[in-house]
């Protein structure tokens, strides 16, 4: 998988003091939250205008000009297989569910108050009819539509694919300080950001059966992930990274010693 430069939309005067990332759970948010708080110069702040990050956006909330808003994505193939791995946010019916199962259940999204079970939320609903999506797919593709709409809303926005981002933080970096003018600090790595203290290691997983990648393929909406810069056939292994990369290789290691010891 090649590197693709953001998409940038310039809708704002210069000088950005804050920013925001959107985008669906385990879509490499959170890694793209690390590397620019690590990395963007001084007074250049991350803030929440926006709301939640991985919802639908409320389109009353007007972007300032020093705003600037970068959303990311994940091919849909990995995407579906790290939800289904690790179903946050979301109800108590998607734990344990086989794959097969998880692509044919309708998306419901749930928190937890302070102190308090899960509940159902809201903010994973169609907006305007407030239906429930009939599968992951579905919701997708609405949430990819919805986001790809504010670039016709005015404001700074940058499009990541978090394959880009991880495949070369570095380039990615320089092309959103060229695009947006922001100030980098010398180059932080990133080597762990979900907060549990272990480093980034990519997991090599295999792929969907066929079965299963029909169901993908019928469930999702292909103009819609092709402008996005995704494709059936180029399903990344190691989420954007080249298997001759450190971290590819010390996953395949890994995978090889565990492998190993079982036998």
Known sequence: MEWRSPRIFIGGSPGISHYQVLGE???????????????????????????????????????????????????????????HSKPLELTDNFDNLTFDEFLRTPWTGGFVREGGPKEPSTADLEPKTARVFTSPMAVRTAKISYLEEMADM???????????????????????????????????????????????????????????????????????????????????????LSPWDRRSLKSRWRELWRSGSKA
Request: charged share 25%.
């Open 154 to 240: 005015g404001g700074n926005i940058a499009y990541l694919r978090f394959e880009d981002v991880n495949r070369d933080p570095v380039r990615t970096l320089q092309a959103l300080s060229d695009a947006f003018a922001l100030a980098l600090n010398a180059y932080q790595s990133i080597d762990g950001f979900k907060g549990d203290g272990g480093k980034y290691l990519p997991k090599h997983v295999p792929l969907p059966s066929a079965q299963q990648l029909t169901k993908i393929f019928d469930g999702l909406d292909w103009a819609v992930e092709r402008s996005i810069g995704y494709d059936f056939d180029d399903v990344p292994t190691f989420d954007g």
């Open 25 to 83: 759970r385990n879509s490499g948010t959170n890694f793209v939250s690390t590397l620019l708080r690590r990395n963007l110069g001084h007074g250049i702040v991350e803030e929440r205008p926006y709301g939640w990050k991985h919802g639908f956006i409320d389109r009353r909330v007007v972007a300032t000009p020093q705003l600037l808003t970068l959303v990311v994505y994940r091919h849909p193939v990995r995407w579906l297989q790290s939800v």
